[in-house]
């Protein structure tokens, strides 16, 4: 009789070790059905990262921690799901940031181009008040946009200076230098250098859309210049 259970014991173990179940496996499929979400907002997708992390471990270790199939079963379709929207939604943010930074580009150029040939109207309607601060409360003293426009035009040292040039502007994008989310929209911090003029300066334009999110979508954006000013 005890040799009997001797050898019937090992079979029970393996039956039980076979029925193991990892947590991960569970956990790892969760992240990377949240990563699903990673395809319209990119700051989720982490969790398919995360989700396709640990889908391998448990599909690396299952064999000598002897879990279960569901298990594996969960694990592999961690891996599955999570690496594709992790790869979709690098590919989306890869192109949404390239679009981007073409709008953000061509607005700022549209700025410079205009302002250099005294299109002011086309200035005064791209202009933007980011930087401005608030607005004064007194309704009688408070001031339009478009009164704010003419007055930075004729006052702001970047602006007069570009307006008084001669020599014919010619407007090259330099770099990228920095992204922010402001109170009033998403801006875009573009350097550009006159190489129309025999020392070409170089300035910093403000490009801003009116969404907050650098990556949310509606169906009409609006973009602007906030302000420009001299790179030292």
């Known amino acids: 009789m005890a040799t009997q259970e001797s050898s019937f014991s090992p079979e029970s173990d393996e039956a039980a070790d076979s029925e193991a179940f990892s947590g991960l496996s569970l956990l790892g499929l ?20 995360v989700g396709t992390v640990l889908g391998m471990f448990v599909l690396l270790f299952a064999k000598k921690l002897g879990l279960s199939r569901i298990s ?14 992790a790869s979709w939604g690098t590919s989306q943010s890869y192109l949404h ?41 007194n309704e009688d003293a408070r001031e339009s946009d478009l009164d704010k426009a003419k007055k930075r035009l004729a006052a702001d040292s ?14 090259t994008f330099v770099s990228l230098d920095g992204e922010a989310m402001g109170s009033v929209g998403y801006s ?16 910093f334009v403000y490009a801003r859309k009116d ?13 602007y210049v906030d302000t420009i000013e001299a790179a030292k």
């Open 72 to 85: 594996r079963v969960f694990a592999f379709l961690a891996v599955a799901i999570g690496a594709t929207f």
């Open 158 to 171: 970047a602006h007069v200076a570009i307006q008084k040039r001669r020599e014919p502007a010619k407007w």
């Open 211 to 223: 969404v907050q999110e650098r990556f949310a979508t509606k169906e009409e954006v609006h973009w």
């Open 30 to 49: 969760v992240s990377s059905l949240v990563g699903i979400l990673s395809v319209q907002y990119v700051h989720l997708m982490p969790f398919a990262i």
């Open 97 to 137: 940031s390239n679009y981007e930074l073409s709008q953000a580009r061509k607005v700022a150029e549209l700025y410079l181009n205009s302002l250099s040939k005294g299109d002011l109207d086309s200035v005064y309607y791209l202009v933007g008040f980011q930087f401005e601060g608030d607005r004064r409360q």
């Open 188 to 203: 875009y911090k573009l350097k550009y250098r006159d190489d129309g003029q025999t020392n070409p300066p170089t300035y």
